[in-house]
């Protein structure tokens, strides 16, 4: 029987830290897990020094995002034309803006895992550990080892299951907060259900129980998630969104859960495995965030930013590929962010946040674009798959 091989996926603008990719490698050694391959698709800069404590390792590749060669020549050589190749790793942003949409970015991962005949794919962001936070007390952080590859492993066998994936421990993305029209501004980027936990909660989120609610989901996190490849047939492209607006190119968030229903209209389904790694996402941990520190705060303008521009396509897809999707009242919406973002401008002293209502109606505007776009890019991925399929036989 021939030996299934696994590989780390990571997206990094450049490759100048061996944590947490290590801790990563260390978890699988510790739980004898082989790991065969490590891609990392980077754009700026790669550290020559680091490259080369990663591939003791195991073999390292890597796919500089608008200038990969391997991945131009192996989607020629099955037989995709110019078009079809530039629809599926296209990078019309970068070179203007230094920005490539976040679906773009994962599958240039996705490709060359398939294309170095590779079966696992396990992404994790650069700020997600192979560890639960247990508990959190007056500062004081406890944390688990998990088997974090064999513990996805297991569920991946499920028939059917082309994704294992779960949320995390750790302090939520947004910071606790609160002020007059918070809860408009919340409606305005579709997230007014994290109310009450934004404007009440300041502590991390901790785990003592997991691998126990084990359920089908639509919601894919893209920092703990893990593919398998062999369920090429239900395996659909990733997806993302973009908006340039007063000479500033911005990224949709959302890539992850744009991609769950799109795994089960293609017949597949995604399983959430109750395993809440460790996500350190403000870099700070134990820290307690506060929305006063700049760097904060503009993670939070770009996130609502990510989230407005990610919506309308976000509604769309849920109306198209999922039964119980929610029905959007724009106009409600669009009033709510205008009240909510000048109520934020004023609390932040942050013109910033004032440029939200334009961002939303521009974002409707260009959705027939987006939906063109997304097609496109189904149509160049699914005859990439006839090809390897046929390929293949």
């Not at 990392?40 to 590749?61: H, M, P, S």
């Not at 599926?88 to 294309?115: D, E, H, M, W």
């Not at 259900?193 to 909660?201: G, P």
């Not at 893990?226 to 949709?252: R, Y």
Request: with cysteine; net charge neutral; hydrophobic share 40%.
């Amino acid at each position: 029987m021939k030996l299934k091989k696994n590989a780390f996926g990571v997206i990094s603008r450049t490759v100048n830290q061996l944590s947490p990719i290590v801790d990563f490698f260390d978890n699988a050694k510790k739980y004898g897990h082989n790991v065969d391959h490590l891609i990392i698709c980077y754009i700026d800069y790669v550290d020559t020094g680091t490259l080369k404590q990663l591939e003791k390792y195991c073999e390292v590749t890597l796919v500089k995002r608008g200038n990969a060669p391997f991945l131009q020549n192996s989607l020629k050589d099955l037989g995709l034309n110019e078009k079809e190749i530039n629809t599926i790793i296209g990078t019309p942003y970068l070179k203007k803006y230094s920005k490539v949409a976040y679906g773009t970015c994962r599958n240039y991962v996705i490709l060359t895992a398939i294309f170095l005949g590779l079966d696992h794919l396990f992404f994790f962001d650069t700020d997600i550990f192979p560890k639960i936070l247990t508990q959190f007390h007056d500062g004081e952080s406890k944390f688990e080892d998990i088997d974090f590859v064999g513990s996805h492993l297991t569920f991946l066998k499920e028939d059917g299951a082309v994704v294992t994936t779960s949320d995390y421990t750790g302090y939520y993305i947004i910071p606790k907060m609160n002020f007059p029209y918070m809860m408009e501004l919340l409606q305005g980027i579709q997230k007014e259900d994290r109310f009450y936990y934004i404007s009440s909660v300041d502590t991390p989120v901790t785990r003592d129980r997991w691998l126990e609610n084990i359920f089908n989901t639509n919601k894919v996190l893209g920092g703990n998630i893990v593919i398998d490849l062999n369920k090429l047939d239900m395996l659909p492209p990733f997806f993302s969104t973009t908006l340039v607006m007063n000479d500033e190119c911005f990224l949709g968030r959302g890539e992850d859960t744009l991609f769950g229903p799109l795994i089960y209209y293609y017949g597949g389904h995604c399983v959430d495995i109750d395993l809440l790694i460790f996500h350190n996402c403000f870099g700070d941990f134990p820290n307690k965030p506060t929305i006063t520190i700049q760097k904060n705060l503009d993670r939070f303008y770009y996130a609502c930013m990510g989230w407005i521009i990610r919506n309308p396509f976000f509604n769309w897809l849920r109306s198209e590929y999922y039964e119980e999707a929610e029905t959007i009242n724009k106009e409600k919406r669009l009033h709510a962010l205008i009240k909510g973002s000048k109520a934020a401008a004023e609390y932040f002293s942050d013109k910033r946040f004032l440029n939200l209502p334009e961002a939303f109606e521009m974002a409707y505007n260009k959705l027939p674009k987006d939906i063109y776009l997304f097609y496109d890019l189904l149509d160049a991925w699914n005859k990439m798959k006839k090809l390897l399929k046929n390929k293949k036989e």
